[in-house]
């Protein structure tokens, strides 16, 4: 149990673009989900919490408008990059947690790389 | 300001040998803590947590202990597989909210 999967698992995208990627728990319902990301070498920094069905808070220095998030059901969130440059190139990881659990189960992770 | 620390950027331990990966926090408020492993290119996969009620959780060859005086955890693995190679992040949470602070992680070497 506590499967989350990521769509897509890597993205090329060219400078200006947005690219969207899906979180979702296949098999709980969860009510808060987690977008990180991962420099290489470097630790796993949160960027913002999405509980469903309310808006996400950002982390400090994330900016909202650039990344978008969208937690619409208990078993989907969206993390739209918009207008993506080069040093949005990074790795980024959603996890998920149900109701009244301290335990985040984290996806696979999807490598962008922004030409 | 770096909440949860891991000192040991790396380890290397022979097959069948104890691995023990330390971890530091200087929050108070952490009140539950994890131990994640991660492959390149994949997520983290949760492997044991501890509450702060406790100073040990085993679970098969993996044993998690917290001295809350010290501020201090360590994740012990017995006996160590070459399949335990991986990067080993800790992970601690307050007691208000659900957000999880990481440890810059510890790259373990199991040698056969």
């Known amino acids: 149990g506590a499967v989350v999967s990521q769509h897509p698992s890597w993205v090329i995208c060219k400078s200006g673009t947005s690219v969207k990627i899906e979180c979702r728990s296949l098999?709980?319902?969860?009510?808060?989900m987690f977008w990180y990301r991962q420099f290489p070498k470097q630790s796993l920094m949160l960027m913002a919490t999405?509980?469903?069905?309310?808006?996400?808070?950002?982390e400090q220095g994330v900016e909202k408008d650039k990344f978008l998030i969208n937690h619409a059901s208990l078993t989907l969130s969206t993390l739209t990059v918009t207008s993506a440059h080069p040093e949005d190139s990074s790795f980024y990881i959603c996890?998920?947690?149900?109701?009244?659990?301290?335990?985040?189960?984290f996806g696979p992770g999807t490598r962008l790389t922004v030409l | 300001d770096q909440q949860v620390k891991q000192n040991s950027p790396s380890l290397s331990v022979q097959e069948g040998r104890i691995s023990i990966l330390n971890c530091d926090y200087t929050?108070?408020?952490?009140?539950?803590f994890l131990w994640y492993k991660k492959y390149p290119a994949e997520g983290p996969t949760f492997l044991i947590s501890?509450?702060?009620?406790?100073d040990k959780n085993e679970d098969g060859r993996f044993t998690v202990f917290l001295n809350k005086s010290a501020k201090h955890l360590s994740l012990h693995i017995v006996p160590s597989q070459p399949g335990d190679s991986a990067v080993y992040f800790c992970?601690?949470?307050?007691?208000?909210?659900?957000?999880?602070?990481f440890g810059g992680g510890t790259r373990v070497l199991v040698k056969p």
């Open positions: 996890s998920a947690s149900h109701r009244g659990r301290d335990t985040q189960y």
């Open positions: 098999d709980f319902q969860a009510t808060t």
């Open positions: 999405s509980n469903e069905g309310s808006k996400a808070t950002y």
């Open positions: 929050n108070s408020m952490f009140d539950y």
């Open positions: 501890i509450s702060s009620i406790k």
């Open positions: 992970a601690a949470k307050g007691a208000a909210g659900n957000k999880l602070t």
